[in-house]
């Protein structure tokens, strides 16, 4: 069983749609977690840094922790095209060490 | 946030030869950073975490005299991949932070390597 599991989509939503996006995990020892963008052929740019459970807030994407059931979820609200990319979680034991990542899933957003 | 330069952002070589990438931390000074390799629609993967002036720790499968890694100095650290083959073709990402406890680790933009 690999340590982080997300469905890889594709996902496709109309213009405006919520997204929901999520990871499970099998190791409960991760304790910061983090929702990453990727554009094809780009690195990853950071969205949401979450330490333990609970929910962040920033802008039109809310992050959610639940780490009694060991799962993420992003949200993205009034999507827009330009939000069509490769979203990753990931997550570590201590802030700042090497992240364990999901192998993303791609949406689409379509106009 | 904190800058992270990669270069080059592509690469094609030939079989056999040997390739460097470069990461440069343009706006603080780097303590550790962490190389990863991602194969086509496959996750991110840690290839090997270096601390500025001691040798690299690599992950487990991942071998240390193909992949060299090298992190002299607080702004740069380098991944060679020696005697290229072309099942080494993939997208290299490195990451860098800085020192302290909570501190974000920034994304270089990549370098596809392809090897042929």
């Known amino acids: 069983q690999k340590e982080v599991e997300q469905d890889p989509g594709p996902l496709s939503v109309p213009e405006g749609a919520i997204v929901s996006l999520n990871c499970t995990y099998s190791n409960s020892a991760f304790q910061y977690f983090m929702w990453y963008r990727q554009y094809s052929r780009k690195g990853p740019e950071l969205l949401m840094y979450t330490y333990s459970s609970g929910n962040k807030e920033d802008g039109r994407f809310t992050a959610q922790v639940d780490k009694s059931s060991k799962y993420i979820s992003l949200f993205i609200r009034d999507s827009q095209p330009s939000d069509s990319a490769t979203y990753l979680c990931a997550m570590s034991f201590n802030s700042g060490y090497a992240l364990n990542f999901g192998k993303g899933t791609s949406l689409l957003v379509t106009p | 946030g904190a800058v992270v330069s990669q270069h080059p952002s592509r690469v094609i070589c030939k079989s056999g030869t040997s390739v460097k990438i470069e990461c440069r931390s343009l706006d603080f000074q780097a303590t550790t950073m962490f190389w990863y390799r991602q194969f086509p629609k496959q996750s991110l993967m840690l290839m090997a975490t270096?601390?500025?002036?001691?040798?690299?720790?690599?992950e487990q499968g991942v071998e240390k005299d193909k992949f060299l890694i090298n992190h002299a100095s607080l702004t740069l650290s380098t991944l060679t991949v020696t005697s290229a083959h072309p099942e080494d073709s993939s997208f290299y990402i490195c990451?860098?932070?800085?020192?302290?406890?909570?501190?974000?680790?920034?994304f270089g933009q990549g370098t596809r390597l392809t090897v042929v």
């Open positions: 270096s601390n500025e002036g001691s040798k690299a720790t690599y």
């Open positions: 990451s860098a932070r800085g020192n302290g406890v909570n501190t974000e680790a920034f």
